[in-house]
């Protein structure tokens, strides 16, 4: 095999071996970017491992502090305020997430698109509060990847109607953890996990023996649905689960159909597994807009990308690759 709520949608349910005695796991957990931020590595020396969970747990507030569109001083809010009336400067760091976004976006035919926020910030999920009709056929217009402008030689950025709002949601925490990942690795760490809510990254093994990771039942938080064990690989789960509310029966969840402005069917979870958090996070958004049929058939077209989606009646889904799963 290549290679998100109450409760992790992701869960790193670690076995709990023990290696030799002059090293040892070390952890931290932390509530940022919304969500529980989590890392755990292995290390002979409590001090710098101290040092180092420090170091990704500074990231991952850096991070939230310049993409967060709720921090009026975050870089993506000067954004949303400058970019609708011209050519904005962005920092390199931006431009290429921007960037990486609209690639994603052009690989799904806009099922994933960082402009779903021109309808998606008039949604209260804690508040139970939607918009209405006309809200929504107004705004909805205002959603679409391409008219966010990008200028390498700036770098700059403007958005070419002045309703649209971006929201990086959708791939800030997988950037997130990719990011953390890499400074493990500079650091020459080999063996540790790293996961932001339901995106996580696993590198290497766990003292010889593979991670592993459970995606949960979407309609019963205290179950699995499926078991993996994994090692050096990323993996990212969307659920209709995560932030919602119910009214008069409907599920009205934070997963949006760019097409529509309206909560995403078809799906109750999707789990992507690949090489990098960043692609795994925007795509398991993506696949849960397309659906089953049509998103399995995207990842299957992808090398080194792996599926699993539990559908609207509870049924579960592999791509190619893991079809083998659905026989044991």
Known sequence: ??????????????????????????????????????????????AVAAELLDA??????????????????????????DA????????????????????VSELTGGAFDVT???VGRYYDYREGRRPDDERIRAAVE??????????????????SRPEVYVDLGGIAKGYAVDRAIALLRRAGIDQASVSAGGDAYILGDRRGEPWTVGVRDPRNEDAMAVVLPLVDTAVS??????RFFIEDGVRYHHI?????????QGAWSVTILGPDATFTDALSTSVFVLG?????ALIDRLPGIDAIVIDAEGRLHYSADLAPLQDD
């Open 237 to 242: 789960t969307s659920g209709d689960y995560e």
């Open 56 to 81: 990704v747990m500074a990231e991952m507030r850096r991070i939230d502090a310049t993409y967060s569109p709720y921090v009026e001083s975050s870089e993506l809010s000067a954004l949303n305020r």
């Open 116 to 118: 779903y926020a021109s």
């Open 142 to 159: 205002a959603i679409d990847y391409r008219y966010v402008e990008l200028d390498p030689q700036g770098p700059r950025v403007r958005f």
């Open 292 to 296: 089953p049929e049509r998103g399995l």
């Open 84 to 103: 609708p009336r011209g050519w904005r400067t962005v920092s390199p760091e931006m431009f290429e997430l921007l960037s990486r976004s609209r690639r």
């Open 1 to 46: 095999m290549r290679h998100r709520s109450r409760l992790l949608a992701v869960l790193l349910l670690a076995a709990g071996l023990t290696g030799p005695a002059q090293g040892a796991w070390h952890q931290d957990t932390q509530a940022i970017m919304g969500t529980r931020v989590h890392a755990e590595i292995w290390h002979d020396d409590p």
């Open 256 to 264: 949006l159909d760019p097409a529509t402005g309206r909560s995403a």
